[in-house]
């Protein structure tokens, strides 16, 4: 920010998304606002939640591959907030947005509203079946997925997996086990599954038994 305050821009908020669809056509620009609080100005409007989705980025994306990345990440300026995110790959192989949100907090009410936002934009949810959705399990994730979109195909983040999995087995040569493991499953890998990623997922099915709460926190 260069002029103006954090808050007085807020009220600019429908100008931001009216510029926005003017210089992006055919984008999706969709703002969320709540009246005040009960006992305040009623007639005094907050803003709740913004969605994007730029055209540009999004066809782009359904010209590559049908990997989407769904992340958050907090907004640390004086309003606080959440962004919501889904990444994707052009096909230069380059990571792109193909839609993102900012919102008052990272729920499932807040992830169902922008996953099914998502999936209009990206032609349904029989299209959206096709996806694979990658994820680090943010919090009411998993369960707007499966409400939403119960039979997709999901992933997670090989380097959060090992985050949780060192608490319990440190070290280099478990961090190169973990990693062999993840890739086992790839086509040029196959046949070349040793008795070190035998061991290492073993190991994680029982810290999954043990603590399956903990596995993916």
């Known amino acids: ?14 100008d931001y998304a009216h510029n926005l669809l003017r210089s992006n056509p ?10 005040a609080q009960e006992g305040n100005d009623v007639k005094k409007l907050y803003f709740q939640r913004l969605y994007i989705c730029l055209t540009n980025y999004k066809e782009n994306f359904k010209l590559s591959t049908h ?9 640390k300026g004086l ?15 380059q990571m792109l947005p193909i839609a993102y949100a ?4 990272e729920n499932n009410d807040n992830w169902t509203w922008f996953l099914e936002l998502l999936i209009d934009d990206l032609g349904g949810r029989e299209y959206c079946l096709t996806y694979t959705f990658i994820s680090d399990q943010q919090k009411g994730l998993l369960p707007a997925i499966e409400e939403l979109l119960s039979r997709v195909e999901q992933r997670f983040c090989a380097g959060h997996l090992y985050n949780n999995f060192r ?5 280099k040569k478990a961090k190169g086990n973990h990693m ?5 499953n790839l086509l040029p890998n196959l046949g070349k599954r040793d008795e070190s990623n035998e061991r290492v997922q073993w190991r994680s099915i029982q810290a999954h038994d043990e603590h399956p709460s903990k596995v993916l926190e």
Do not use: T, W
């Open 1 to 14: 920010m260069v002029d103006g305050s954090f808050l007085g821009d807020y009220a600019r908020i429908y």
């Open 26 to 35: 055919r984008s999706i620009v969709k703002v969320h606002v709540q009246p």
């Open 67 to 75: 990997f989407i990345r769904l992340d958050g990440c907090f907004l």
């Open 79 to 93: 309003c606080g907030g959440q962004i919501l995110a889904a990444m994707g790959r052009d096909p230069n192989d």
């Open 102 to 105: 900012v919102v008052e907090c």
């Open 167 to 171: 608490k319990r087995y440190p070290g």
């Open 180 to 184: 062999e493991s993840c890739q086992v």
